[in-house]
């Protein structure tokens, strides 16, 4: 290999600075004091890594004779010099184990700190291999529920509950804050305070099971006011569908498996075991996060689930590609 190409391969840890799934691009408050920290532990670690591999580094220089030439006796002033340089060393250790340790307080202290203002509240729980999203904030009738994606207004602290409905899941959103684990039969709460907009990605970060990669999330931040935009039209319930296509495309999806997982506000389908649809064409992606939307992968995915995503408890209803066409034309009016 020619040195450029070598050169190259260098830059390709630092892709990892930047980017909508990063710690090191932090877009909250809460992942700015993590990024502090992580900063002030890779100098500090950093500072004495390099300063262990100069004094190895000089013991080999020094040993570069042949042993039994140079076998003197150490003198009482090296004694003295030695005894010297391993206390200092001793004492530059302890002082940075204490900065690192008081900075993780400070750090912890402001993580778990009450925000300023009223929390918009939300609850996620994790499915094996999705997140169920209720928004819970203000009176019971603005309550709305989505599926594999979040969006915060910013510079308002979201206060999320987090629970599991099987087995233990770990919800991360590096650029916004650090993980937290969602764990059956208990609650745990995160706090986010997103400073910039923007789209990110969260993630699992627990394995917990065959498709553990697969369970993304689809993170918006945004402004106040186009959040309220968006919470208004999720609360809305979709208009009934107009066309004959379409009109088909509810019957099949009430008539056949699928209302016996899902809901949809308006309609005869209220299954809570899979994710709510009621605002489906207007998602990101499908699949918690497996592929974009789109009326073709839309199509897909219903026709053979476990193609996309093998192990999903998402079964093949076995529809012909007419009734496809329709049930997928319906869903994907639902903005
Ligand atoms: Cu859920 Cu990994």
């Given at each position: 290999m020619s040195r450029r190409p070598a050169h190259l391969l260098l830059l390709i840890p630092l892709g990892?600075?930047?980017?909508?799934?990063?710690?090191?691009?932090?877009?909250g408050a809460e992942a700015g004091h993590i990024f502090s920290l992580w900063t002030l532990m890779l100098w500090i670690c950093g500072g004495m890594y390099l300063l262990v591999i100069a004094f190895l580094g000089w013991a080999i220089w020094r040993s570069r004779?042949?042993?039994?030439?140079?076998?003197?006796p150490i003198t009482r002033t090296e004694d003295r010099r030695l005894e010297v340089a391993l206390a200092g060393w001793a004492g530059v250790i302890v002082l940075g184990l204490s900065v690192l340790v008081a900075a993780s307080f400070l750090v912890d202290r402001n993580l778990a700190s009450a925000p300023a203002g009223a929390p918009l509240k939300i609850k996620v729980t994790g499915y094996q291999w999705w997140w169920r999203v209720e928004y819970?904030?203000?009176?019971?009738?603005?309550w709305f529920e989505t599926a594999n994606e979040l969006h915060l207004p910013q510079g308002r602290t979201a206060e999320i509950e987090l629970q599991s409905n099987d087995v233990i899941h770990s919800f991360w959103v590096p650029n916004l804050s650090g993980k937290t684990d969602l764990i059956p039969g208990r609650t745990n709460t995160l706090r986010l305070t997103p400073r910039r907009a923007g789209e990110l990605r969260g993630t699992c970060?627990?394995?917990?099971?065959?498709?553990h990669a697969h369970m993304a999330l689809d993170v918006t931040v945004e402004s106040p006011q186009a959040f309220e935009t968006w919470r208004a039209r999720q609360i809305a319930t979709p208009a009934p569908p107009s066309s004959p296509l379409t009109q088909q495309g509810l019957a099949i999806f009430q008539d056949q498996a699928c209302s016996m997982c899902h809901r949809i506000a308006g309609?005869?389908?209220?299954?809570?075991?899979?994710?709510?649809?009621?605002?489906?064409?207007?998602?990101?992606?499908i699949a918690a996060g497996s592929l974009p939307y789109s009326v073709g992968a839309l199509a897909g995915w219903i026709a053979n689930p476990k193609a996309v995503?093998?192990?999903?408890?998402?079964?093949?209803?076995?529809?012909?590609a007419a009734e496809t066409n329709a049930l997928v034309a319906y869903l994907d009016t639902l903005k």
């Open positions: 990892a600075c930047r980017g909508v799934q990063t710690s090191l691009d932090p877009a004779k042949p042993l039994g030439l140079s076998a003197k819970q904030d203000g009176p019971v009738d603005r970060a627990e394995f917990c099971g065959f498709q309609t005869e389908a209220r299954g809570r075991t899979g994710p709510d649809l009621t605002h489906l064409g207007s998602r990101k992606s995503k093998p192990g999903t408890k998402m079964p093949t209803v076995g529809l012909s």
